[in-house]
């Protein structure tokens, strides 16, 4: 049973629990949509186990339940045509194949190795098989005015819930990295859905009021910040940072103060109660209450035409404690605590990215696409893999930069690149590389030369045998580290033949010749070779 002296429950009716619920989702969805171009769904499940479709998800979740305590319920019919299609489009603010499309995600080989690293953390949901003929706009509008802010509310429930069962592993400060919210900005919505609450009352009643609306009007006005707090934690917010936050690392700090840009912005003013708190009117709710209707509150918001709803809630609402060791340090949205003597630093996977060296580089790189076809200029769009080389080596070293400290001021930037394409032919490909690598007195010198194509199993695949041919030093732990992190998600990755090695002071690397494979090797070995050419460079 919920704490007894938890005011969100010993002063408003289960109708009133429901608008502040349901506005608080409300709120989030919202939130989520304004940042729908830099918070990516793959990030939230990585992260907090919980995407944009899950909210959806538990929103049907909520119609199904509600039909099941009564199959023979006169709406049925409606809740049972509620579904998925539907459910997103309250989310996404549209059809979430137009969302999609408007935002597109494509997932690094980073995000997918940390989201499947995560799984055990990720919202778990039974498959709807309930068959739906969809909703007439008629249903629609039938099924807004009933039903809406019942499931809306059951939803931000089911957040919670999903949030209390994760308290020692999905870190508050991690959540406003990623998606710009916290434990902490769900409480702060339901407060400033109270005083929109309150602020309607007053607006219908006037001058007018009954003692019930007086009442009402001051439970609301007294809910502030802390009082949320209380109801979305299970416990005071003090106590639960107590047992589970974390101190915060620096680069949590740094990434922190990174994505300022996407948190959520919150009235401080507003948060703070408004008048004195009165005397609880409510009992921790059970069954028995919960079925209780008309309740004074219902005949309130009916004279101010608010939906009401006698919402289920859960027996408890305390945050459990997790057996799982807790991953991650923690601040929230507006307590950053500096003091780090206690810094936890534990990995979230197998492979963590190597922190860039402290040294400038300033890197002179050769990209070598190796294709008979592209050669022949026989591809409809030109090479595609030099170019993806290319790009990928920007966006990673622009990733190494963002991940020094504030104050550390080196950085890697690329001078100068040259690209050329050759054939599939030994001494092409052999020349191309000893000139690249200052072993003749034409063309530039290279700190780092990336192949692409010709290390498959083809005869005319022969990139590795060129390669061995020019290096001088071997470094084939390289490719053998890149070549197991990658097939663990695509086995064929196996089947790349790709070697490194060092020919002077250039180091040569064989990327695949398909472009999506080549961003996934470059994720991976780009931090590593940083650390490579600064030692080859003696730095």
């Not at 709120?27 to 990516?40: E, I, M």
């Not at 909520?62 to 019919?77: I, M, Q, T, V, Y």
């Not at 629609?140 to 039903?147: D, L």
């Not at 502030?224 to 979305?232: H, N, P, Q, S």
């Amino acid at each position: 049973m919920p704490s007894k002296d938890i005011y969100f429950y010993t002063h408003f009716a289960p109708e009133v629990r429901t608008h502040l619920e349901a506005g608080a989702f409300r709120a989030l969805c919202k939130h989520l949509n304004d940042r729908s171009d830099s918070v990516q769904n793959i990030d939230l499940m990585s992260i907090a186990g919980f995407g944009r479709n899950c909210l959806a998800k538990w929103l049907v979740k909520e119609a199904r339940n509600l039909c099941s305590e009564d199959p023979n319920h006169k709406n049925a019919a409606l809740l049972n045509a509620f579904g998925h299609s539907q459910a997103t489009r309250e989310v996404y603010g549209c059809d979430f194949f137009r969302w999609k499309k408007k935002y597109p995600q494509k997932a690094t080989f980073e995000q997918m190795q940390k989201f499947q690293e995560s799984e055990s953390i990720h919202a778990v949901h039974k498959e709807d098989t309930m068959l739906k003929s969809g909703m007439t706009v008629a249903m629609t509008q039938e099924f807004e005015q009933k039903f809406k802010m019942i499931l809306e509310a059951g939803a931000f429930r089911s957040l919670l819930e999903h949030l209390a069962d994760r308290s020692d592993i999905v870190q508050n400060i991690d959540l406003m990295n990623i998606s710009g919210f916290c434990r902490n900005c769900l409480a702060k919505w339901l407060v400033v859905e109270a005083r929109n609450l309150s602020s309607t009352i007053k607006g219908v009643c006037q001058e007018s009021f009954t003692d019930e609306e007086t009442q009402l009007v001051k439970d609301l006005d007294a809910f502030g910040y802390d009082e949320g707090a209380k109801y979305v934690y299970g416990i005071e917010y003090a106590e639960w940072k107590a047992e589970h936050a974390k101190k915060a690392t620096d680069k949590q700090l740094s990434m922190y103060k990174a994505s300022a840009t996407i948190h959520a912005k919150h009235d401080k003013k507003m948060l703070e109660p408004q008048c004195k708190q009165g005397p609880a009117s409510y009992a921790a709710p059970s069954d028995e209450l919960e079925r209780r209707s008309p309740t004074l509150a219902t005949q309130v918001l009916r004279k101010v035409s608010l939906p009401t709803a006698a919402a289920k809630r859960p027996t408890s609402r305390s945050a459990p404690r997790s057996k799982k060791p807790p991953p991650l340090s923690d601040v929230c949205c507006e307590d950053v605590d500096n003091d780090h003597s206690m810094d936890r630093d534990v990995a979230v996977s197998r492979y963590r990215t190597p922190s860039p060296p402290k040294v400038d580089l300033f890197l002179r790189v050769g990209i070598l696409t190796i294709s008979d076809r592209a050669a022949n200029g026989e591809y409809e769009n030109g090479d595609l893999s030099g170019p993806a080389v290319e790009q990928s080596l920007n966006e990673n070293i622009t990733k190494l930069n963002a991940m020094r400290g504030e104050l550390d001021a080196t950085n890697a930037k690329i001078i100068f690149c040259v690209k050329s394409i050759v054939p599939d032919e030994f001494e092409d490909i052999v020349n191309h590389l000893h000139q690249w690598c200052g072993k003749d007195d034409e063309g530039p010198t290279c700190d780092i030369i990336f192949t692409t194509g010709g290390t498959g199993f083809s005869a005319r695949d022969i990139t590795p045998e060129a390669t061995n041919e020019v290096i001088e030093k071997d470094a084939s732990g390289l490719m053998t580290f890149a070549t197991a992190q990658c097939s663990a998600i695509q086995p064929l990755a196996a089947l790349s033949r790709g070697v490194a090695g060092i020919c002077g002071g250039t180091l040569i690397v064989n990327l695949p010749g398909n472009p999506a494979g080549v961003g996934q090797v470059l994720d991976i070995l780009l931090p590593l070779l940083i650390h490579a050419i600064k030692d080859i460079k003696g730095l």
